[in-house]
């Protein structure tokens, strides 16, 4: 893993331009990796941010729909709750809402989280699942050509919350994870499979973000109360795809909206 990581930042105005322009970077990196490789492999999260721009993808009158190239990608998810597909709060039913219901991926191209299951029931067959796609051997683990992340208010990406076990797990691709201040259990890549991708972005949005989002990013590592401090991709380059409000309390960007800064462990 890389010592030494490069951030780099977006910073647009609002939540609309926010969701422009992660649209335009998913575009941008599966072209570049169905280019380079002939498959594009990426991983997505939930959440409501990420809705809005699964759904400009989605949308016929927007340029990016045209631009993807459907045929050739295959997509993941980061993680899950422990729900049935069709449940309120399940990461698959809202990108199939937002995405998949309007695209023209084949079910072979979509390989979800079976959150209905038991969690260590779920997790295995996910792991199972990976290792089937990606053709791995032994200890090898999956390399995404994309990973997209959000940050929780506690600082958690993924379900990778604080003070939970699977913080410390480092030899499973996917975890069940028990999150007890929510009571509940999630089912979680863990943190080295993220880190092992080609590229890894946060896209993060609110005010209520700016203070832990700083903190995670600026101030003294301590992964176990901000497990976003975690994700240390292999290649050295961090992206941030953030809203005006969310990178109030970071250091300011150029002209055209964009900073840079490094950090070494």
């Known amino acids: 893993m890389s010592r030494t990581l490069r951030m780099k930042y977006y910073v647009v105005p609002d939540a ?44 016929p009158n927007q340029p990016w729909r045209s631009r993807m190239p459907w045929n050739d990608l295959e997509l993941y998810w980061v993680d899950e709750r422990c729900v049935g597909p069709d449940d309120a709060d399940s990461n698959y039913r809202m990108t199939r809402e937002a995405l998949l219901d309007h695209v023209p991926l084949t079910p072979e191209q979509i390989h979800r989280i079976e959150g209905e299951l038991e969690p260590q029931v779920a997790a295995d067959k996910y792991e199972s699942e990976l290792r089937g796609s990606f053709r791995l051997e032994g200890a090898q683990i ?56 080609r590229s890894v972005f946060f896209l993060i949005a609110g005010a209520d973000k700016a203070g832990i989002l700083n903190e995670v990013l600026t101030g003294p590592r301590d992964p176990e109360r901000l497990p976003s401090q975690l994700i240390w991709p292999s290649s050295g380059i961090l992206t941030l795809i953030l809203d005006k409000a ?13 900073g840079f800064f490094e950090r070494d462990r």
């Open 16 to 59: 609309a331009t926010l969701a422009e322009r992660a649209a335009q970077y998913f575009v941008e990196m599966v072209g570049e990796a169905v280019a380079g490789r002939g498959r594009a492999r990426i991983a997505i999260s939930g959440g409501s941010t990420p809705r809005a721009t699964f759904q400009l993808l989605a949308d």
């Open 142 to 197: 999956p390399r995404f050509d994309l990973v997209a992340l959000g940050m929780g208010p506690d600082g958690h990406t993924a379900s990778l919350f604080p003070h939970t076990a699977a913080l410390h797990e480092m030899s499973r691709i996917v975890t069940a994870n028990h999150v007890p201040q929510m009571d509940t259990w999630r089912i979680t890549l863990t943190w080295p499979v993220i880190n092992a991708a």
């Open 246 to 258: 969310a990178a109030a309390l970071l250091p300011p960007t150029d002209g055209e909206g964009c």
